[in-house]
């Protein structure tokens, strides 16, 4: 199993940044992928960014060019730097992980984009 411990989210106002926290109990070499996803209220959960063991990263349009994933080996830590956000990324974030053929779920952090 992994276990994924989320930080970072909070209160911002519009065009303003955040930076969210994905801290893995396994080494991220082990793990196939890791992930950003969000769920704002009364939507689907949807996805956002991922970055594969080998550090290929892919976006969701609606955030291309705003949000950058990436990660720390060292600490087992992935990140989403999230910059020019809109009151449309307002949701609760979950960070993913692909391990031995399972997915994990960490508990999900509030990002809200209010002025």
């Known amino acids: 199993q992994v276990q994924l411990v989320e930080s970072g989210g909070g209160l911002v106002q519009p065009g303003g940044s955040l930076r969210l926290s994905c801290a893995a109990s396994?080494?991220?070499?082990?793990?196939?992928?890791m992930a950003w996803y969000r769920q704002a209220p009364g939507k689907q959960r949807e996805f956002v960014a991922v970055?594969?063991?080998?550090?290929?990263?892919t976006y969701a349009d609606s955030v291309k060019g705003r949000f950058t994933i990436f990660r720390d080996n060292a600490e087992n830590t992935v990140y989403l730097q999230m910059n020019s956000l809109k009151s449309e990324d307002t949701a609760v974030y979950y960070c993913n992980a692909i391990f031995k053929a399972h997915q994990y779920w960490g508990q999900g952090t509030q990002v809200t984009v209010s002025s």
């Open positions: 396994e080494s991220i070499f082990s793990i196939t992928a």
């Open positions: 970055i594969s063991r080998g550090g290929t990263t």
